[in-house]
């Protein structure tokens, strides 16, 4: 409103300028009084273009009224004597209209313009979000075909290996007993020993994956479950001269979950971040409140992650270890995805890697 009310005084005084220096220079100084006529085009012309059609015909009839006097009574009002000065105030109205129209079309194909670059941008958005939903959904399909390869693979290898295992296991322990700690046959049991536990651990892995497991879902305390957390990693944090800190929540907070399996998402997250961290380095883990939904965040001071490889970290079977399957950050996505959350890993190299879980609060 303010722009619109400066720009009409702004008319009425340059109309009223005009005007009296018609009125007040002598009528002999005729050349005077032909510029001060062209003056009134200047109003006109700035009305059209800011006010329209509307705008630029009324502030011509303006200009005529405040100019029709001058004409009548200081120059006698002649028509035949006076006929250019009459013709004058018919142009004015003729240019007022044309510019006000001009303009006003003018403006009304820019508000089309807009309107339509508006709804390209909305229609863009909307392709965009399509898109990245397809691509989300062809995501989901392929890991759905990778799990359920997965899976028949994992039943095979339940009947398979499994039993076979426990049997050698079970008579590795045996044969175990008739040697002394120090006898070499003693160490090559002990590793028989360990490296079956190390296939079991990993036909586990298969089948957690693989297989959907009964979640028992209550309200479970976040900061008692990240407790449990440091308590677990605590020794082998300070076996490997790693500083683990706890960054407890302010608040309570609280999610509705399966704690267990909570507590092994947040175990194979602490682990990776122990196994990356060298000597002297740190691990921290804090929680926090955003938006409905709690966060939490485990830092560690490691090498960090290159782009590349950390565009599969969730691949199952992608691993950079030489020991390791793969699985470990795949069934922990798997978890937190589950609960309604997501898990997201920012790393450069040399910075370090921070691994972010967002879950709903419990209501």
């Known amino acids: 409103m303010k722009p619109s009310i400066l720009r009409i005084g702004l008319l009425a005084l340059s109309i009223l300028g005009i005007s009296l220096f018609h009125y007040l220079t002598p009528l002999h100084l005729h050349y005077l009084h032909d510029i001060f006529q062209r003056f009134y085009y200047l109003p006109i012309i700035l009305a059209g273009l800011w006010f329209g059609f509307r705008g630029g015909l009324g502030c011509a009839v303006a200009v005529s009224i405040a100019y029709?006097?001058?004409?009548?009574?200081?120059?006698?009002?002649?028509?035949?004597?006076?006929?250019?000065?009459?013709?004058?105030?018919?142009?004015?109205?003729?240019?007022?209209?044309?510019?006000?129209?001009?303009?006003?079309?003018?403006?009304?194909?820019s508000?089309?313009?807009?309107?339509?670059?508006?709804?390209?941008?909305?229609?863009?958005?909307?392709?965009?979000?399509?898109?990245?939903?397809?691509?989300?959904?062809?995501?989901?399909?392929?890991?759905a075909e990778k799990l359920s390869t997965l899976g028949e693979m994992a039943a095979v290898l339940a009947h398979e290996i499994r039993n076979p295992l426990g049997s050698i296991r079970g008579t590795a322990e045996i044969l175990r007993d008739d040697y002394r700690p120090g006898d070499p046959k003693f160490e090559f049991i002990e590793i028989q020993i360990k490296e079956t536990e190390r296939l079991n651990h990993v036909v586990e892995d298969f089948l957690r994956m693989a297989r959907p497991q009964n979640a028992e879902m209550r309200r479970c305390s976040l900061r008692e479950e990240l407790e449990t957390i440091v308590v677990l990693t605590a020794n082998d944090a300070g076996q490997r001269r790693i500083r683990l800190d706890f960054e407890p929540p302010v608040e309570e907070l609280a999610v509705t979950g399966d704690g267990e399996k909570l507590r092994q998402a947040f175990l194979?997250?602490?682990?990776?971040?122990?196994?990356?961290?060298?000597a002297g380095g740190s691990v921290t883990i804090s929680a926090g409140s955003k938006d409905g939904f709690c966060e939490v965040r485990f830092r560690d001071t490691g090498a960090g992650i290159d782009a590349e490889t950390l565009g599969r970290i969730f691949e199952p079977f992608f691993t950079t270890k030489a020991d390791g399957t793969?699985?470990?950050l795949a069934i922990t996505r798997k978890i937190i995805?589950?609960?309604?959350?997501?898990?997201?890993?920012?790393?450069?190299i040399g910075s370090g890697t921070t691994a972010t879980v967002r879950l709903p609060e419990a209501k």
Request: proline content about 2%; glycine content about 10%; aromatic content about 4%.
């Open 268 to 278: 194979n997250i602490v682990i990776n971040a122990l196994q990356a961290t060298p």
């Open 68 to 109: 029709a006097p001058h004409i009548l009574f200081q120059w006698g009002g002649g028509l035949t004597l006076e006929m250019e000065k009459y013709l004058e105030i018919v142009m004015y109205n003729v240019v007022g209209g044309v510019t006000g129209l001009l303009a006003q079309r003018e403006r009304e194909r």
């Open 326 to 328: 793969g699985l470990g």
């Open 111 to 143: 508000l089309e313009l807009q309107r339509t670059a508006e709804g390209l941008e909305e229609s863009y958005k909307k392709l965009q979000t399509q898109s990245e939903r397809i691509i989300a959904v062809e995501e989901q399909l392929r890991r």
């Open 337 to 348: 995805e589950a609960h309604g959350g997501t898990l997201t890993v920012e790393s450069r």
